[in-house]
């Protein structure tokens, strides 16, 4: 997806004394998989669901990460009335800990949530603590003009929250991340029974989980990652089994953990990420497996490799992950061969296709079997498919329609089941992010006037809009490489010339400097680009970017690519240069000393012992000597 900036199109997306009637305000999410977060606004009051981030496109050199932006809330934060979390994934709490403290407003979610959350502000050692409130599925919290309540939804992740919000124009139904999941592992469902029972009340609006939308039928049960899990077990019981899994994907950890129980293996964790969501897991019970399934790699290497399981990170092909380090033998705990089977049980994300394979095929050079999505089910999403968001429409039964979360294609098919399940064209809403879906009074729904949202860019732990000239600069880099130049001027009764040949070095660039390559060329365009200068062709000002010109019309020559090219430019005056050469040579003659030949069996020169007044004039000569250049005669 783009990342360019949505621009404030009228000035009431200002803050004010607030809208008449009911506003809908997606900053993130559509069009796009992550960065979800939505504001509920009516009149003076705002409540946000969700702030989550986007993993960077390939074209997004040297980005960590992608977060909303979140311009209109800070503009309107004084109407905030809370922050509702429908669950833990990365791409609904990831941008928490860079965008909460600047808003200061309490986050309501589940333990599990509540407690990733918290972690996570630890992480960026941040002073700032958030106000945390837990809620559980049927609970209804009252905040400003809204009422929120909470319903139980399946997903890959536990404590996953759908939500309503009850206003004075109508309710408001946000299905969060779900799947209809009869065989979930831990034993908590989707909640039908609550969804039919808002449906009864009447719902405005539906916004709803559209990542399947293109999937036909049902997404199969987690049940089914289970007795295959239980097959590779029964048929590899001679070999290590190593599976690859996301971290948060916490029933699926429970999986491995229940079937290694029954086939007498312990399990290693690895991976930093894996160790703290299954420790918080199994601290807030929400993995029932005994302390002594579990051993380090260190008490591993005492156990034969057939009776141990190891669960890791890497799942994606993610550089420094777990099983991305054992597949290039670069794991300092974990070493794989033909003895070992890999598990991989996720499937890649939109981008990480490549790396997941360039993964795979290392691993089979490594000697081990593979077994992965394509060949296996060993990995079912945590979204539902089109047959299940039917089931969920024809529960709640909502007046307008809204398709959310999700790439543009599947916000569009999802519209189209819409139609099929009897909503009318008319009311079906398909949005882009910054859009604002508005209710007056009566629920009339119209299309308003949109607001400031786009993305940033985080680099490290900066921010910032960098989707200019930065990636721009750093995408020409990583094609052409750099030639830098350092350029020493002398002026005389307003002439030009160079003191030295400039200094030239070149950085991942195909043109070659050594030798008759272009060096002499590079050196001449210089020359030429002093000339032009000296004439008044050219101004001080405007110097470098005449290096650049000539420069590139010498490698215009030889390819039709250029690398970067910069050059630093020094101004001398010819009265200093005059003071310096005199006092370079003061400092040559004051330090001179005669020649020591080697000492016996020694092939450098003794040094011979000097005083303190003579080793501190010998540092004076040696910094003069490096640091001027006698003009050319």
Do not use: W
């Not at 000697?367 to 299940?388: L, P």
């Not at 979360?405 to 398909?430: C, D, S, T």
């Not at 350092?486 to 195909?510: H, Q, T």
């Not at 680009?529 to 020559?557: C, H, S």
């Amino acid at each position: 997806m783009p990342t360019e900036r949505k621009r404030r199109t009228a000035r009431h997306t200002k803050k004010g004394k607030g809208h008449s009637g009911l506003r809908i305000i997606p900053l993130g999410g559509l069009g796009e998989i992550g960065k979800n977060i939505t504001a509920i606004e009516y009149g003076g009051d705002i409540v946000v669901v969700d702030c989550g981030l986007k993993f960077p496109e390939e074209e997004m050199l040297g980005i960590d990460f992608v977060v909303p932006d979140i311009q209109y809330l800070l503009e309107n934060k004084e109407k905030i009335r809370g922050l509702f979390v429908t669950h833990g994934h990365e791409d609904h709490i990831g941008a928490i800990p860079l965008v909460l403290p600047r808003l200061d407003v309490p986050v309501f979610a589940t333990p599990l949530t509540l407690k990733l959350i918290e972690n996570k502000m630890l992480d960026v050692r941040s002073s700032y603590r958030p106000k945390c409130h837990q809620v559980q599925a049927g609970q209804v919290v009252r905040v400003g003009a809204f009422e929120v309540g909470f319903i139980n939804v399946c997903h890959s992740i536990p404590d996953s929250l759908a939500l309503y919000v009850r206003t004075p124009v109508g309710v408001v139904v946000h299905s969060g991340d779900f799947k209809l999941d009869t065989g979930q592992i831990g034993g908590k469902g989707t909640d039908l029974a609550a969804f039919a029972e808002i449906g009864r009340e009447g719902v405005l609006l539906l916004m709803s989980d559209s990542t399947n939308s293109e999937r036909p039928g049902f997404t199969p049960s987690e049940s089914t990652v289970a007795r295959t899990f239980e097959e590779i077990f029964r048929n590899h019981k001679d070999r290590r089994i190593v599976i690859a899994a996301f971290a948060s994907n916490l029933h699926r950890a429970q999986q491995v953990f229940s079937t290694a129980i029954r086939f007498n293996r312990k399990v290693i964790l690895v991976g930093r990420s894996m160790l703290a969501y299954v420790e918080l897991a199994k601290s807030l019970g929400y993995i029932d497996a005994p302390d002594d399934l579990f051993v380090t790699p260190q008490e591993a290497e005492k156990l034969a490799h057939n009776r141990t399981v190891v669960l890791t990170t890497g799942s994606q092909g993610e550089p420094f992950s777990g099983l991305v380090l054992m597949s290039k033998g670069d794991h300092r705990q974990v070493k794989l061969g033909p003895k070992d089977l890999v598990v991989i049980s996720a499937t890649p994300i939109p981008g990480n296709e490549k790396l997941v394979s360039n993964t795979v095929n290392r691993l089979f050079a490594c000697g081990c079997d593979v077994v992965y999505e394509r060949n296996s089910a060993i990995h079912v999403s945590g979204h539902a498919s089109r047959e299940e968001q039917k089931i969920l429409m024809s529960l709640v039964k909502p007046r307008y329609f809204m398709p959310v979360h999700g790439e543009y294609r599947h916000l569009v098919r999802h519209g189209q089941i819409a139609r099929e399940m009897g909503i009318p064209a008319k009311n079906i809403f398909v949005l882009q992010n910054g859009s604002v879906l508005s209710f007056d009074e009566k629920g009339e729904a119209k299309v308003g006037t949109g607001v400031y949202s786009g993305s940033v860019l985080v680099d490290g732990m900066m921010l910032g809009e960098f989707e200019g000239s930065l990636l721009r600069e750093r995408k020409e880099l990583s094609e052409n490489g750099l030639i830098s130049l350092s350029v020493v001027l002398v002026e005389r009764d307003g002439l030009f010339r160079l003191v030295s040949p400039p200094k030239i070095e070149s950085r991942g660039s195909i043109y070659g400097l050594d030798g008759e390559g272009m060096r002499p060329d590079i050196e001449a365009a210089v020359e030429k680009a002093t000339v032009a200068l000296g004439t008044g062709a050219v101004d001080k000002t405007a110097f470098p970017t005449e290096i650049r010109k000539r420069i590139r019309e010498v490698l215009a020559q030889n390819s039709r690519t250029y690398p970067s090219i910069m050059p630093l430019v020094t101004f001398l005056s010819d009265e200093v240069l005059k003071s310096e050469g005199k006092r370079s040579k003061r400092t040559l003659h004051r330090t001179a000393e005669p020649e020591i030949p080697p000492a016996p069996g020694r092939g450098k020169a003794a040094k011979p012992k000097r005083s303190g007044k003579a080793r501190r004039d010998s540092f004076e000569g040696k910094g003069s000597v490096s640091a001027r250049v006698k003009p050319p005669v």
